[in-house]
């Protein structure tokens, strides 16, 4: 580990690992530093990715893909189940990744690509010169060093603390944390090649419950709810466990863990001067899923684009890193972030009626292709006494 570099990464998860290896790529200096001392544990994650999505950033490998998805299902509070095929999404289902190998194979394509990797190295404080970041503080073992910088990219995830010590505002209200907790179930009876998707405020209040299957008798069960909505007796691994209890009885729990997603709307700006945040610490997770494995990976590499020709301009001002900022939220991504964030304020306040009522209209509903857009019109189709709130929530496809 040098004292300098073109660019710091803070963070080792997919947008960081993204960051690092484009940055490698373009031939520029870079180092990412991890926190933790090992690359991809614990995992915090249900583990699912698009086909596509995938494929954008890298070559699929049996390695670390668990689970191909073939269909999707979803079932209301009433047990009416709505099963999504793949012809319908266009050939767009996904995978379930193994991301302890996942998160690391990145981590090898950055190192590979000439970026150095430091583990269990904590970015403690930013360096900042006349109000610009200019690298950080970094403590290994309890040895502090300074590493500099021209540009510092902060992609330390959902508990991002980089950025607010840099005097952003990065707080997510209680309401819009999907406090979650998942088991990795295994011995249990499942359709190895359908997730499942549960969803009713008995279940998971202003959250959904889901099954992601690892393989033929495993599977990530797990339920993510409103942080407003946990508290003592009624916290997500209680729901969890309730669950379970019902429908998987003899299923054995090979690991455990909790976490927060934010489902909030991304930060305001994404960029300072010397500054670029990327991925769960930009807040640039799907609103309705929680996902944002792909979003990481996104804005990780277009940040670090932008940061190429900002560092061969000699000008790493907020302005000049601005870009990255404008061409995210303009981008493919950047909209549907916004458009779902609707959909969910929407659907968080269903009573478990209103959302069998559409359960059963979607049953009926014979999709020609699966999107949110598509779901919505064919919703409004069938359900003309909801016409006025679903076309309300429509302005937002324009
Ligand atoms: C229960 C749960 C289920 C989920 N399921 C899905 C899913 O099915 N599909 C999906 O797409 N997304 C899912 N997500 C979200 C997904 O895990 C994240 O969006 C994704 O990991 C974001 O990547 P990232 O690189 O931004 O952050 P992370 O993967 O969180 O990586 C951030 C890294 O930064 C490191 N770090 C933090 N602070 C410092 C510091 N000061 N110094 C050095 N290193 C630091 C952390 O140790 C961590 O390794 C889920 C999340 C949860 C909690």
Partial sequence: MKSRYDILVIGGGPAGAIAARTAAEKGLSVCLVEKRPA????????????????SEFIEPDKRWISAEMKRAELVSPDGTSMILES???????????????????????????????????????PILDEGKVAGASVDFCGNTSRISADVVIA???VESKFSR??????????????SSAQYLLTDITIDPHTTVFYLGNTIAPEGY?????????????????????????????????RFVREKFPDGKPIECIVGGVSVCRPLPCTVADGLMI?????????????????????????ATEVACSAIAAGDCSIEALLPYDAQWRASKMGKTI????????????????????????????????????????????????????LTRLMSHFA
Avoid at 39 to 54: D, F, Q
Avoid at 107 to 125: H, N, P, S, Y
Avoid at 165 to 178: L, Q, Y
């Fill in 165 to 178: 010590w840099c005097g952003i505002d990065t707080t997510v209200p209680v309401r819009e944390i999907m």
């Fill in 87 to 125: 012809r319908h999404a266009g050939g767009k289902v996904g995978y379930i990744l193994d991301r302890k190998i996942f998160d690391r194979e990145l981590v090898w394509q950055a190192a590979e690509a000439g970026a150095d990797i430091a583990v269990k190295t904590r970015a403690t404080a």
């Fill in 209 to 241: 419950l889901w099954v992601f299957p690892k393989g033929d008798r495993t599977a990530n069960v797990g339920v993510g709810i409103s942080g407003r909505k946990s508290g003592a007796g009624h916290r997500a691994k209680d729901y969890l466990d």
């Fill in 39 to 54: 690359i991809g544990t614990p995992v915090r994650c249900a583990e699912g990715i698009g086909k596509e999505s995938l």
């Fill in 278 to 302: 990327v991925g769960d610490a930009a807040r640039v997770v799907d609103p309705i899923t929680g996902g944002g494995i792909y979003n990481a990976m996104f804005t990780g590499r277009l």
């Fill in 155 to 157: 992609a330390d995830g």
């Fill in 338 to 389: 916004e458009r779902n964030y609707h959909v969910k304020e929407y659907f968080i306040k269903l009573s478990d009626e209103k959302l069998n009522a559409l359960a059963h209209s979607i049953s009926r509903i014979n999709l020609q292709e699966f999107s949110t857009f598509q779901l919505v019109k064919e919703l409004i189709r069938h359900n003309p006494t909801l016409l006025i709130e």
